[in-house]
């Protein structure tokens, strides 16, 4: 019975572990990570007070979590347990495609390992919920776009569609990746089978589709356009934006590792390609894209998230070139060095780079801060990290970046410049009154304007 269900029970193992390391390294501590952590928070809580978002953006991650909050009754958990749980779910995909293409229980487990203990994906799952969760859904897509064509079964065509959509509800990136990938697949469908490319064309139509609405609608938050900005980037029509997010060494050091590796896979997958037919349908779209994710021309500030795609892009190319050598012993030797490198630098992303921005005695004052002023009051709060944190506090409408930005919005109260008591970089106006200071802030009344 055990033997029968093996693969079923190696992969609950793999989802189990994954989720146990995620819960491990999401809880160590109480408050959500990252910068745009709050910014989910406040998203999740304006859906559920509002009905709506407060920013545009693609809305299923923020759906879900809404969904999680009706149960467990807490922002922050609702928000944690996205990556806790359902971002490992693409192993699942990952070790059923390996398998079926090596017939290696061993290379299916290593591949989803890869993709799961991988710190691309560890670093996406911290704040950039969104991003991990549509990369997840897209591994889904991948599979079922490989049944449809392999299997020749619209029910295949059908939920592969229907993931696609998913996917693009959910982040722009996973959208165009998995827009490439399909169309990447189509075009060598129709260079070596015509007869299988009408079993694709639908979902690359629905693609096309979502980037058609996404350019017309606010449905996806406008965040088509971010791909029109790279392209001008990329080719001198527009200066390189600055890179909003920097890195910790340890973040960058995992990001040189894993494009290093990225690159010095692509010419053996090439051979393999070239050798094994049966392994081009994936190998040559998948190559192709570790092209692009690995490319140093790419603008910087979109650089470091394309090499984030290294967490899905690995692990099958990986998979095919262990199964060109030949004896379990060998595999376990060529695999340990793998994941080791790659576990390694899960540790100090873990320990010493994913974590809340501010600190629960933080969070505390700034909630005192808010209980001293009128219900009214236009907070001007020019950090973007600590701004999303106010707006976790107090109605989002009325916290802005900039004082510029007061001029659009009718101003019933008084206006309060919060700035971090380690924050050197802004200075207030000697017009400016102490309104409070406490431990980790200040807030200054801003004179009424004329």
């Known amino acids: ?40 928070v406040v998203q999740v809580k304006y859906l559920i007070t509002h009905g709506h978002q407060y920013y545009l953006d693609p809305p299923l991650t923020f759906y879900v979590m809404a969904l999680l909050y009706m149960v467990v009754k807490d922002f922050m958990w609702a928000v944690k347990l996205v990556p806790i749980l359902l971002v490992p779910l693409g192993i699942f995909p990952i070790y059923l495609l390996v398998l079926r293409e090596t017939h290696s229980k061993l290379l299916a487990a290593s591949a989803s390992a890869i993709y799961v203990l991988n710190p691309y994906t560890i670093r996406l799952s911290s704040d950039l919920i969104k991003n991990a969760l549509g990369l997840s859904l897209f591994l889904y897509t991948l599979y079922f776009t490989y049944l449809a064509i392999k299997e020749r079964k619209w029910v295949y065509v059908g939920v592969a569609t229907a993931l696609s959509v998913a996917v693009g509800l959910t982040h722009i990136l996973a959208l165009g990746t998995q827009l490439a990938f399909i169309a990447l697949v189509l075009t060598y469908l129709a260079l070596s089978d015509r007869s299988k490319v009408k079993y694709v064309v639908p979902i690359l139509i629905t693609n096309i589709t979502l980037v058609i609405v996404g350019t017309q609608t606010p449905l996806l938050g406008w965040d088509v356009f971010k791909g029109l900005r790279y392209v001008e980037e990329l080719s001198g029509l527009e200066e390189p934006g600055p890179v909003h997010r920097p890195q910790s060494p340890s973040i960058l050091k995992a990001l040189a590792i894993e494009r290093v590796l990225g690159i010095s896979l692509i010419p053996p997958s090439v051979i393999i390609a070239f050798k094994r037919r049966a392994t081009r349908l994936l190998l040559i779209s998948l190559i192709a894209l570790l092209i692009f994710a690995n490319n140093p021309l790419n603008p910087p500030e979109f650089e470091w ?120 970089r802004h200075k207030p106006p000697p017009m400016f009154k102490v309104a409070y200071r406490g431990t980790y802030f200040t807030a200054y009344l801003m004179p009424p304007r004329p």
């Open 1 to 40: 019975m055990v033997k029968r269900h093996i693969n079923e029970l190696v992969m609950v193992a793999i989802y189990a572990l994954a989720v146990i390391t995620y819960y491990a390294i999401f809880t160590r501590y109480e408050l959500v990570y990252g910068i745009d952590g709050p910014y989910y």
């Open 305 to 424: 998230r394309f090499l984030l795609l290294n967490s899905i892009l690995l692990p099958i190319p990986i998979a095919y070139l262990i199964n060109e050598v030949k004896g379990f012993l060998i595999r376990i030797a060529l695999l340990i060095p793998i994941v080791m490198v790659l576990i390694s630098q899960v540790v100090p992303i873990a320990l010493l780079y994913l974590r809340p921005t501010i600190t629960q005695l933080e969070l505390n004052e700034l909630r005192e801060i808010t209980q001293k002023f009128p219900n009214e009051t236009i907070y001007v709060v020019p950090n973007v990290a600590l701004k999303y944190w106010v707006e976790t506090i107090v109605n989002p409408e009325n916290v802005v970046k900039s004082p510029k930005e007061l001029s659009e919005a009718p101003i019933e109260g008084p206006c309060i410049l919060l700035l971090s008591n380690k924050d050197l």
